[in-house]
């Protein structure tokens, strides 16, 4: 390989770094109390959700699919746990209910596309509408706060950490694990790269997607209960565009949008962290609140690009040269 290429090759395997260093640095420059213990802490807490839910968007991504409706799993299941605990329903029969809802649209989304044959972009633009509409029918479109059981569970520490972090950490771990040491993370790459080649080799491409859909859904579910103990409230918005924001911090974390690539550790950790630093360091250098989403669809745009890049180049070495004589 030659030294230019060599160069590119080690410039896009580690973007995501670079990102996050380049951030940090700057809203370090811009405020001394970002780069402080406290503050890291804040932000690796505040990011625990929405890697818990990149986590899930990583295996539909990876099986060359998307999911569009996880953050309107997040609202109904938000939804369903605020409607039994102001009925004095426990609280651990609320987080069942929770997860069991993302389980059971994860599983649907997975029959829509694997028995009606719909693409995955479709299917799940349908659930995640449905979704919403139910969420916004339970709620009556109104805040609902919750009893302090979810913030005690929010708040909580163990062995010094605080549960977020841990939940999230366990949930990376694990689907790291599955990815890299199982057959089933294996099917999963072979599905992605090419479905028809797959379903040759004899991998059951139909079960390997039923399975990354409902694991979509029930860790979008954990990800809004690890949110909910850190506001209290289900607003009529909770969980709007999380989806966006999955996919990008997938992405982020080099997992490609056309499937086949990517991985968990240390990706979705990246990702989700140098989103959550760029809204809290925003939030410290009181930065206009307009200037938010437009600083996260920048991210998100520039990750989108490194990923096409990356598969071009990628494309270039499998290419082989043909000489003709």
Request: net charge positive; proline share 3%.
């Amino acid at each position: 390989m030659k030294a230019s290429a060599r160069l590119s090759a080690i410039t896009f395997d580690y973007s995501s770094w670079t990102m996050l260093i380049l951030v940090w640095g700057l809203f370090a420059m811009i405020s001394d109390q970002f780069f402080t213990w406290n503050n890291l802490l804040n932000v690796a807490v505040q990011s625990s959700s929405i890697a818990i839910v990149a986590t899930g968007m990583t295996f539909v991504l990876l099986a060359g699919g998307v999911d569009l409706s996880v953050g309107a799993v997040m609202f109904l299941s938000a939804a369903t746990a605020g409607k039994l605990a102001t009925a004095n329903v426990p609280f651990g029969w609320c987080v069942l209910a929770m997860l069991g809802v993302g389980l059971c649209i994860g599983m649907i989304n997975a029959n829509i596309v694997t028995r009606l044959g719909v693409v995955t972009f479709v299917a799940t633009l349908g659930t995640m509408y449905v979704g919403r509409g139910v969420g916004l029918w339970i709620t009556e479109t109104r805040a609902t706060p919750l009893p302090q059981s979810f913030l005690n569970f929010g708040s909580h520490r163990f062995l010094g950490l605080p549960l977020p972090i841990l939940l999230a950490a366990a949930v990376i771990g694990v689907s790291q694990i599955i990815l890299s040491y199982s057959s089933i993370g294996r099917h999963l790459i072979a599905l992605g790269h090419d479905r028809h080649a797959a379903e040759k080799a004899g991998i059951a491409t139909d079960r390997i997607l039923r399975w990354v859909f409902a694991i979509a859904g029930l860790l979008a579910s954990l990800g809004a209960l690890v949110s909910l103990g850190q506001i209290g409230t289900v607003s009529p918005t909770f969980g709007e565009n999380r989806e966006f924001s999955a996919i990008a911090v997938a992405v982020i974390g080099g997992t490609s949008l056309f499937g086949g690539k990517g991985s968990i550790f240390p990706g979705v950790v990246i990702g989700a962290l140098l989103l959550q630093s760029v809204e809290s360091g925003l939030v410290m250098a009181n930065a206009d609140p307009y200037l938010y989403p437009i600083a996260i669809s920048m991210i998100i745009f520039a990750a989108v690009l490194l990923d096409g890049v990356r598969n071009s180049i990628l494309a270039h070495r499998r290419r082989r040269p043909i000489f003709i004589g």
